[in-house]
């Protein structure tokens, strides 16, 4: 499983990439052809905040060279409503067969856009 820590900001958009290995010893990267995958950003206290998943808000990446990464979209949508905290967050990966698996997992800092104004054009 990837260790992966992240920071956004409020009102910003960012997408966040991430090498997909099996749980295996050693991890092998995994081809995630035919897979679903799904991640989840949440607060221990306030539960899931947002909820991404293929094809629609998770990219699988180099298909064709079956490199194992993928990118999640995180719109400034999504951010503009966030309370400043930090949030944990993970991915599914759910094989065409077989069983699924938590693949990442980390947390994600969210600061405040409190300020930022004053750069704005």
Same mark, same amino acid.
């Not at 949508?77 to 949030?87: E, G, H, N, Q, V």
């Not at 993970?90 to 856009?113: H, N, R």
């Given at each position: 499983?990837? *260790?992966?820590?992240?920071?956004?900001?409020?009102?910003?958009?960012? +997408? @966040? /990439?991430? &090498?997909?290995? !099996?749980?295996?010893? #050693?991890?092998?990267?995994?081809?995630?052809?035919?897979?679903?995958?799904?991640?989840?950003?949440?607060?221990?206290?306030?539960?899931?905040?947002?909820?991404?998943?293929?094809?629609?808000?998770?990219?699988? *990446?180099?298909?064709?060279?079956?490199?194992?990464?993928?990118?999640? +979209? @995180? /719109?400034? &949508?999504?951010? !503009?409503?966030?309370? #400043?905290?930090?949030?944990?967050?993970?991915?599914?990966?759910?094989?065409?067969?077989?069983?699924?698996?938590?693949?990442?997992?980390?947390?994600?800092?969210?600061?405040?856009?409190?300020?930022?104004?004053?750069?704005?054009?």
């Amino acid at each position: 499983m990837t *260790l992966q820590n992240e920071t956004l900001r409020q009102g910003e958009s960012q +997408t @966040i /990439t991430v &090498t997909v290995y !099996s749980n295996d010893t #050693p991890p092998e990267i995994i081809n995630l052809t035919g897979a679903t995958l799904k991640w989840e950003m949440w607060h221990p206290l306030t539960g899931a905040v947002l909820t991404k998943i293929t094809p629609v808000d998770i990219e699988i *990446l180099d298909q064709n060279d079956f490199e194992g990464k993928c990118a999640v +979209t @995180i /719109t400034k &949508t999504d951010t !503009s409503a966030l309370i #400043p905290l930090t949030y944990w967050h993970a991915l599914l990966y759910v094989p065409f067969v077989g069983d699924s698996d938590v693949v990442m997992e980390g947390y994600i800092i969210v600061k405040s856009s409190r300020g930022l104004e004053v750069f704005e054009e």
